[in-house]
């Protein structure tokens, strides 16, 4: 059983679909106990960081996910979720976010008009290391991103793969232990996307 | 490096997937479910489907089909036709969709798209428009005019200005479907397709007169497209998704390769 914990951060529909898709079981949920007993946990979103942090707070989750997290089950962070686990997000002149990845968050600069933000699409997703979640997935595989802002972690040991748009070179995977977390949606990368959360599914959470 | 997107759109009529020329004979295709998945096993990078006669018979959207669309694609996808409010569009949503279209309704309030950017997100806010070729420039300096309603009003909004606003209202991504050029296969709306691309922030998909892959290059290349709507050439088979990408890759454009 996956359980996705749902914090008013956007739609959890298509990861719960994509879970469905590849026969296992996934709840959507708002309990902090249910969030905290988790045997495998999600974290998606979209939307701003600030209204994530605040909707965190209200719904009384922080301490349940930092629980859940020690506890080694393990945790796949997607999108806005890989984004609040970290210190701190630059976005609306300044979030502080939850502290569990050491680094801050960035949004893409660039001079180019025709290079736009957000980055909308499908990217190549460079694995900087092995790792049980990418069994039966090339390095350099597309994987569809919609974003502004991205993930610097403080320390490269985090950074599992690599993407680049905008002139810069960013973590497009972090994790370590039993945490991971994509920048780009799985749920929606298609068939190789489906994989990586088959892989998730069966992950034990050591790499 | 980010890849250009081609995105099959499915018109349906009656549940058919359908395809006529400026919006008149339509001829039916297929079953919108099988195309969907037949696409999205084929390496289409995104769908769009547009409930071509939800406005016109004042319905909403066929939701059941969406929920049955988001059961079995997982790839993004995009609805647009009959959504009116924000709850249709939140339902869209939660059925599965990545993404809500609206097109006459922003026309005639233009509010809407601030109101659903903040509800929805900008990201799930596509704004479609359906401009045509213009002679009075004084009104649109472009020389190209807004149409609504499958093209049969014309409105005297300047296309360029209204993908503008549009852009800061809020729209996170604009679909420039050229009246023109729509169902001839004659290739897209180059010169209208990179005014918009070279004035907005955000992605802007070509739609609207795809026949061959060199099109596909051309607006992709010449008009700084993000994205390219395909139909007719792909729907009755003449092209595969592939064969494009293989052109469109030989070519130098960047194509996601591998699904």
Same mark, same amino acid.
């Given at each position: 059983?996956?359980?996705?914990?749902?914090?008013?951060?956007?739609?959890?529909?298509?990861?719960?679909?994509?879970?469905?898709?590849?026969?296992?079981?996934?709840?959507?949920?708002?309990?902090?106990?249910?969030?905290?007993?988790?045997?495998?946990?999600?974290? %998606?979103?979209?939307?701003?960081?600030?209204?994530?942090?605040?909707?965190?707070?209200?719904?009384?989750?922080?301490?349940?996910?930092?629980?859940?997290?020690?506890?080694?089950?393990?945790?796949?962070?997607?999108?806005?979720?890989?984004?609040?686990?970290?210190?701190?997000?630059?976005?609306?002149?300044?979030?502080?976010?939850?502290?569990?990845?050491?680094?801050?968050?960035?949004?893409?600069?660039?001079?180019? %008009?025709?290079?736009?933000?957000?980055?909308?699409?499908?990217?190549?997703?460079?694995?900087?290391?092995?790792?049980?979640?990418?069994?039966?997935?090339?390095?350099?595989?597309?994987?569809?991103?919609?974003?502004?802002?991205?993930?610097?972690?403080?320390?490269?040991?985090?950074?599992?793969?690599?993407?680049?748009?905008?002139?810069?070179?960013?973590?497009?995977?972090?994790?370590?232990?039993?945490?991971?977390?994509?920048?780009?949606? %799985?749920?929606?990368?298609?068939?190789?996307?489906?994989?990586?959360?088959?892989?998730?599914?069966?992950?034990?959470?050591?790499? | 490096?980010?890849?250009?997107?081609?995105?099959?759109?499915?018109?349906?009529?009656?549940?058919?997937? &359908?395809?006529?020329?400026?919006?008149?004979?339509?001829?039916?295709?297929?079953?919108?479910?099988?195309?969907?998945?037949?696409?999205?096993?084929?390496?289409?990078?995104?769908?769009?489907?547009?409930?071509?006669?939800?406005?016109?018979?004042?319905?909403?959207?066929?939701?059941?089909?969406?929920?049955?669309?988001?059961?079995?694609?997982?790839?993004?996808?995009?609805?647009?036709?009959?959504?009116?409010?924000?709850?249709?569009?939140?339902?869209?949503?939660?059925?599965?969709?990545?993404?809500?279209?609206?097109?006459?309704?922003?026309?005639?309030?233009?509010?809407?798209?601030?109101?659903?950017?903040?509800?929805?997100?900008?990201?799930?806010?596509?704004?479609?428009?359906?401009?045509?070729?213009?002679?009075?420039?004084?009104?649109?300096?472009?020389?190209?005019?807004?149409?609504?309603?499958?093209?049969? &009003?014309?409105?005297?909004?300047?296309?360029?200005?209204?993908?503008?606003?549009?852009?800061?209202?809020?729209?996170?991504?604009?679909?420039?479907?050229?009246?023109?050029?729509?169902?001839?296969?004659?290739?897209?709306?180059? &010169?209208?397709?990179?005014?918009?691309?070279?004035?907005?922030?955000?992605?802007?998909?070509?739609?609207?007169?795809?026949?061959?892959?060199?099109?596909?290059?051309?607006?992709?290349?010449?008009?700084?497209?993000?994205?390219?709507?395909?139909?007719?050439?792909?729907?009755?088979?003449?092209?595969?998704?592939?064969?494009?990408?293989?052109?469109?890759?030989?070519?130098?454009? %960047?194509?996601?390769?591998?699904?």
């Amino acid at each position: 059983m996956i359980t996705i914990v749902d914090y008013k951060a956007g739609n959890l529909t298509s990861v719960r679909l994509a879970f469905e898709a590849i026969g296992v079981e996934a709840q959507i949920t708002r309990d902090p106990e249910v969030v905290a007993d988790a045997k495998r946990v999600v974290f %998606p979103g979209v939307g701003a960081a600030k209204s994530a942090m605040e909707h965190l707070r209200e719904l009384e989750l922080i301490e349940a996910l930092k629980l859940v997290i020690s506890l080694g089950r393990p945790f796949l962070g997607i999108c806005l979720g890989t984004q609040v686990i970290c210190d701190w997000s630059e976005e609306d002149g300044g979030v502080e976010c939850l502290g569990i990845v050491p680094g801050n968050v960035r949004r893409f600069q660039t001079e180019d %008009p025709l290079c736009k933000i957000p980055q909308m699409g499908w990217n190549h997703v460079e694995f900087v290391m092995p790792h049980p979640l990418f069994r039966d997935i090339k390095s350099g595989s597309e994987f569809y991103f919609v974003h502004s802002y991205y993930p610097a972690p403080a320390d490269p040991s985090y950074t599992l793969a690599e993407t680049e748009y905008a002139g810069t070179r960013f973590a497009s995977i972090l994790g370590k232990g039993n945490l991971a977390a994509t920048q780009f949606h %799985p749920e929606r990368s298609g068939r190789i996307g489906l994989q990586f959360l088959t892989n998730f599914a069966r992950w034990e959470g050591l790499c | 490096m980010l890849t250009k997107r081609i995105i099959p759109c499915l018109d349906i009529r009656n549940r058919k997937v &359908t395809k006529g020329v400026r919006f008149q004979n339509n001829i039916d295709l297929g079953d919108p479910i099988e195309m969907a998945v037949s696409y999205s096993k084929g390496g289409a990078d995104e769908l769009v489907f547009y409930d071509i006669t939800a406005s016109a018979e004042r319905r909403p959207i066929d939701i059941d089909m969406v929920r049955e669309i988001g059961k079995v694609v997982h790839i993004p996808f995009a609805v647009g036709g009959g959504l009116r409010t924000l709850d249709d569009m939140y339902n869209v949503l939660d059925a599965g969709a990545e993404k809500v279209s609206v097109n006459s309704l922003a026309v005639e309030d233009p509010d809407i798209i601030g109101e659903m950017a903040r509800v929805l997100g900008c990201q799930n806010v596509v704004l479609g428009m359906d401009p045509v070729r213009t002679d009075a420039i004084t009104s649109c300096p472009s020389g190209y005019e807004i149409t609504t309603r499958g093209f049969r &009003t014309r409105t005297g909004m300047d296309a360029l200005e209204w993908a503008k606003r549009a852009a800061d209202l809020g729209a996170g991504e604009i679909v420039v479907n050229s009246v023109d050029a729509d169902g001839t296969q004659d290739g897209f709306e180059l &010169t209208l397709t990179k005014l918009i691309s070279t004035s907005v922030g955000v992605p802007v998909v070509a739609s609207g007169g795809a026949g061959n892959p060199q099109h596909l290059i051309d607006v992709f290349q010449l008009a700084h497209a993000d994205a390219a709507i395909v139909a007719s050439m792909t729907h009755t088979g003449r092209y595969t998704i592939a064969q494009i990408k293989e052109e469109l890759d030989a070519a130098g454009v %960047p194509v996601r390769k591998t699904w």
